[in-house]
Every structure is written in C-alpha cells, then in structure tokens.
C-alpha cells in the first residue's frame, strides 16, 4: 500500500522546492521488536518517502538502544525528532492521520529557521528565562490537534532550544496519558502541569509557557 498518492507526493514536492530554505536533518528513534513498536516500519516509510521528494530532508535512523537515543534522551519509540541540533522538536508516536499536515509545516519553519509567529508573542517570549517541556497530547483523528501542536512547535522554534516542545499520540502511550488523566484532545501539559485543553490562542498559549 502506498503511503501516499502521486497527487500528495507532487504538491509536496512542489512546497517543499518552493518554501524550505535549508537542509534540516530528520532523526528516527526506533525498534526492531514490533511488539514495542507497531508503527515503527510505517514512520520510517513515511519519514524516506518526505526524504526522496527534497533533497533538503536528510534522515537518519537509529535503535533505541542505540548512543544516539541515549544522547537525545529517547526512551519511548516511535520517536522522530525534527532538526535536533538545533530545535527540541519531538513527536512521540507516528505523524499520521491529522498529524501530517503539522509535522509538514513544521519542518518547512525549521528550514526556514522562522517560527511565523505574530510579533507581539515573539516580544513576549523574550521574557521567559528558564527552559520549559511542553507536552501536546494528540490522537490521529482529531482535526483541530494538529493547531496545537503546530503552535507548541513555533513557541520551541522560537525558543531557540531553550522550548522543547512533543507531540505525544495518546493511543501508543497510554501510560502517560493515563498519569494525566487525559479525557479528551488536545491537551497541553508544560513541565509536568496540567496546562490547556483544546486549541489556545497565541498570546494566551506563549504566556501559559512563561508562566510554566
């Protein structure tokens, strides 16, 4: 089965030439077990196929045992992390479903190394001081998560490392959205706390992040 048609892999291939500006570097942490790891084989899939429609997307895949897991503090697999030299962008759990579109976009900003945020949060973030976690908990049908990700992944590109934000599918990590009572999607938690549920507005969301 194709993991998508001639018609996707075209437009992307057409946005990609058109919006990304430098090359950004694609990191799979993933297990050979599929009992640990269903979607392992499905994310690779997907992260080649973005690889092969630019030049400008360099994957690199890696075991969870591996020293490389170890050095980005990778424990859970799935994960993909976007540009990790320079970016704390990470998605726990397989971009799919809803989730394509923003894992898209993101990487397009990381190449352009610009959050596209208003200049009024950007002026806003300036006042965080210390380094902040944030947590989008996701599932693959729901239409309005991707908003929410896509915001924590600007506030982390415009942290300059300092954000780190993960998109966490619920579905593949149960235990963690049992640990916050996860009902219902998107949900953001920011250093362990319970933040916002649903899309929040941009202002309100950088000041959620300052406050921690």
């Not at 992390?81 to 759990?93: E, F, R």
């Amino acid at each position: 089965m194709q993991i998508m048609d001639e018609d996707i892999e075209r437009r992307l291939r057409n946005k990609f030439e058109k919006e990304m500006e430098r090359e950004i570097e694609i990191v799979v942490i993933k297990s050979d077990k599929e009992e640990e790891c269903q979607l392992c084989g499905l994310t690779i899939e997907l992260v080649n196929k973005l690889s092969e429609l630019s030049n400008k997307i360099k994957v690199k895949i890696y075991e969870k045992s591996s020293a490389a897991a170890k050095k980005y503090s990778i424990e859970r697999v799935p994960s993909i992390l976007i540009d990790p030299t320079n970016y704390k962008i990470v998605y726990t759990g397989a971009p799919i479903g809803e989730e394509g579109w923003a894992f898209i976009e993101t990487m397009v900003l990381v190449s352009q190394d610009d959050s596209k945020l208003s200049q009024e949060a950007r002026e806003k973030l300036k006042e965080l001081k210390d380094e902040r976690h944030i947590e989008v908990y996701v599932t693959p049908t729901c239409p309005y998560c991707p908003l929410a990700v896509l915001l924590a992944n600007k506030v982390a590109i415009e942290g300059k490392g300092k954000v780190k934000a993960e998109c966490i599918e619920v579905q593949e990590n149960m235990d963690l959205a049992m640990k916050y009572n996860i009902r219902s999607v998107p949900q953001q938690i920011i250093d362990g706390k319970v933040s916002s549920v649903g899309v929040q507005p941009e202002l309100k969301f950088v000041e959620d992040v300052i406050r921690g």
